[in-house]
Structures are given as structure tokens and as C-alpha cells.
Nanobody, 126 residues
Framework: QVQVVESGGGSVQPGGSLRLSCGAS????????IGWFHQAPGKGREGVSC????????YYTDSVKGRFTISRDNAKSTVYLQMNGLKPEDTGVYYC???????????????????WGQGTQVTVSA
């Protein structure tokens, strides 16, 4: 059974940092493009950042450029999202997804994922 699992969420003050982790069982994440998606309270899910498994190319939505960094550790089959300079509008549930076949830009923009995690909550407030 395939299971994608996110971890690392929590509560921080504005300007703080968190690192989210995405792992999986029953699935080799090294063979998939991986994306992080954000769902703010009362809003739809949006692509934050996606990374290719082929060449490591990345995509970031404009609102997180310069603040968030996506990375892969293939030895651990884990994908991270380092979030710095967090803002209240970053609050919400962050989901990790694995995708096969789409470009990283398409994956993030179209919210394309073959396997999804259950999400991890991030709360940014003073």
C-alpha cells in the first residue's frame, strides 16, 4: 500500500522558519516529481513548489520565491521544503504529492499528483 507522509508542521511567529519533510512507504519517491501544495483556510489548494526527479529542476510560485527552498535527499528518499520568512498568509495545510509524467511547472500549476499525503498544518501568527 502506497502512503505519502508529511511532517514538520507547527506554529511559528511571523518571520520564523519551518522545514517540512515528505517521505513515503510503498513508493520510491526518487522516481517521481514531488510537489508541495498549500491550502489556506477556506481556500483551494495551490501549488507552492515542485522539483523534478530527472534533473532537479524546480518551480516556485511567486509568493514564496526567495523564502522557500525545495530539495531532495535521494539517499533518504525524502523531499524537504525549507520555509523561511514565514508570513501569516502562509498558514494552512501543506500537502506533498508525487507525480509521474508532468513537468514541474505543470505539476504545480495544475496541482497534478498521482499520490497525495494527508497534509501537515502550518500556523503563522504573532
Amino acid at each position: 500500500q502506497v502512503q505519502v507522509v508529511e511532517s514538520g508542521g507547527g506554529s511559528v511567529q511571523p518571520g520564523g522558519s519551518l522545514r517540512l519533510s515528505c517521505g513515503a512507504s510503498g513508493l520510491n519517491l526518487n522516481l517521481y516529481d514531488i510537489g508541495w501544495f498549500h491550502q489556506a483556510p477556506g481556500k483551494g489548494r495551490e501549488g507552492v513548489s515542485c522539483v523534478s526527479h530527472k534533473d532537479g529542476s524546480t518551480y516556485y510560485t511567486d509568493s514564496v520565491k526567495g523564502r522557500f527552498t525545495i530539495s531532495r535527499d535521494n539517499a533518504k528518499s525524502t523531499v524537504y521544503l525549507q520555509m523561511n520568512g514565514l508570513k501569516p498568509e502562509d498558514t494552512g495545510v501543506y500537502y506533498c504529492a508525487a507525480s509521474w509524467g508532468a513537468t514541474v511547472q505543470a505539476m504545480c500549476i495544475m496541482k497534478a499528483g498521482d499520490y497525495w499525503g494527508q497534509g501537515t498544518q502550518v500556523t503563522v501568527s504573532a
